[in-house]
């Protein structure tokens, strides 16, 4: 089992940045493929962004190539979202993902692919 607690979310005006946290637990956290998928309303929740365990490979939606950054701090088992440039389109729960088998260097980016999520962090980019 994994517990993951997500923080950072809130309120922004576009063109701003927030930074999003996941601190995990349960597991060896280094070998845990990690990602971030995001539901606004209304929407099916869909893929953000993805980190790998083995060599901190990174996978990225189109959406959000170029203004998202993941990573990830193995020495305190957390992951982050840091998103700059925000958008009202953003705007969503953003969920903390982690994956079950271990995956090495391949990074996971289909939903299905995770089994371990978090209670979500509203984020809202106003206009």
């Known amino acids: 089992q994994v517990q993951l607690v997500e923080s950072g979310g809130g309120l922004v005006q576009a063109g701003g940045s927030l930074r999003l946290s996941c601190a995990a637990s349960g597991r060896t956290f280094s070998r845990i493929a990690m990602g971030w998928f995001r539901q606004a309303p209304g929407k099916e929740r869909e893929f953000v962004a993805a980190i790998s365990c083995s060599d901190n490979s990174t996978y990225y939606a189109d959406s959000v190539k170029g203004r998202f950054t993941i990573s990830r701090d193995n020495a305190k088992n957390t992951v982050y979202l840091q998103m700059n440039s925000l958008k009202p389109e953003d705007t969503a729960v953003y969920y903390c993902?982690?994956?079950?088998?271990?995956?090495?260097?391949?990074?996971?980016?289909?939903?299905?692919?995770?089994?371990?999520w978090g209670q979500g962090t509203q984020v809202t980019v106003s206009s």
């Open positions: 993902a982690a994956a079950a088998p271990y995956y090495g260097d391949y990074v996971p980016n289909r939903e299905s692919e995770y089994d371990f």
